[in-house]
């Protein structure tokens, strides 16, 4: 077996008169902040997600999390869910179902893309793996043409936030802004302008539905973890 530790950690062994000392430092160690956060990595998602700080009604609230219905009544006891929810539990492979013909239902394009968007709100893994399956469908929806459409509504059909805008009136501290991006292990990320979207012209910042509709198809097709890309809207002349 190989261990690597500090060098002032082997330099209080070798003394042979630190032997406390060196279980303390061992101790300092084995509880440092590193491991403390790959503790606290949430097994699905890869995000850094303390189980002691997601509570209750949390767990559905959170897409990273919420399960939908498939949470066991063991689970909704044990995570404070009980009741939160209607009583009915179904496996994912049920609400996959239910959600395809809930997008059939729907006429317009537009509403099957703001119904997406709300599935990915709502529940992250149900919304990937509807996707995943079901590319030659909702592929057209969740990017083109349907997103050019929803790029021209987008201040109406804009939920939550799944990017980063920087403007012209951010120059000088464009790497202040970047950092205020959640999640810290990024792999991938989709810039745009929000000029020349798809022959419409410049949309500016209803733009921003381009790169968040290609990262969707980054995680659903090339299984990129979510946490693992963004995207964000960087106005013209601002860098």
Same mark, same amino acid.
């Given at each position: 077996m190989f261990s690597a530790l500090p060098k002032s950690? *082997?330099?209080?062994?070798?003394?042979?008169?630190?032997r406390c000392s060196a279980l #303390?430092?061992?101790n300092k160690v084995s509880s440092s902040p590193r491991k403390e956060q790959l503790r606290c990595q949430h097994h699905a998602s890869g995000d850094i997600i303390c189980p002691s700080m997601v509570q209750g009604i949390d767990h559905i609230r959170d897409p990273r999390l919420n399960k939908g219905l498939a949470f066991s009544l063991r689970e909704r006891q044990q995570l404070g869910i009980h009741g939160l929810m209607p009583p009915t539990i179904k496996n994912q492979d049920q609400q996959i179902e239910v959600c395809r013909e809930s997008v059939r239902r729907f006429q317009e394009d537009l509403n099957k893309f703001t119904y997406l968007a709300e599935l990915q709100d709502r529940n992250e893994r149900l919304f990937y793996r509807l996707l995943s399956e079901n590319v030659e469908e909702l592929?057209?929806?969740?990017?083109?043409?349907t997103v050019g459409l929803?790029? *021209?509504k987008f201040g109406l059909i804009f939920r939550r936030p799944r990017g980063l805008f920087i403007t012209t009136h951010d120059?000088?501290?464009?790497?202040?802004i970047l950092k205020n991006w959640p999640e810290p292990d990024v792999r991938a990320i989709v810039v745009t302008d929000g000029e020349r979207i798809l022959g419409l012209g410049d949309l500016g910042?209803?733009?921003?539905?381009?790169?968040?509709? $290609?990262?969707?198809?980054?995680?659903?097709?090339?299984g990129i973890k979510p946490h693992q890309v963004y995207s964000y809207w960087l106005? $013209? #002349?601002?860098?």
């Open positions: 950690v *082997q330099a209080v062994c070798a003394s042979g008169a630190g #303390n430092n061992l592929m057209p929806v969740v990017y083109t043409p929803a790029c *021209q120059r000088g501290h464009c790497f202040d910042a209803c733009g921003m539905g381009i790169p968040v509709g $290609k990262l969707s198809l980054y995680t659903a097709l090339a106005e $013209k #002349n601002a860098y």
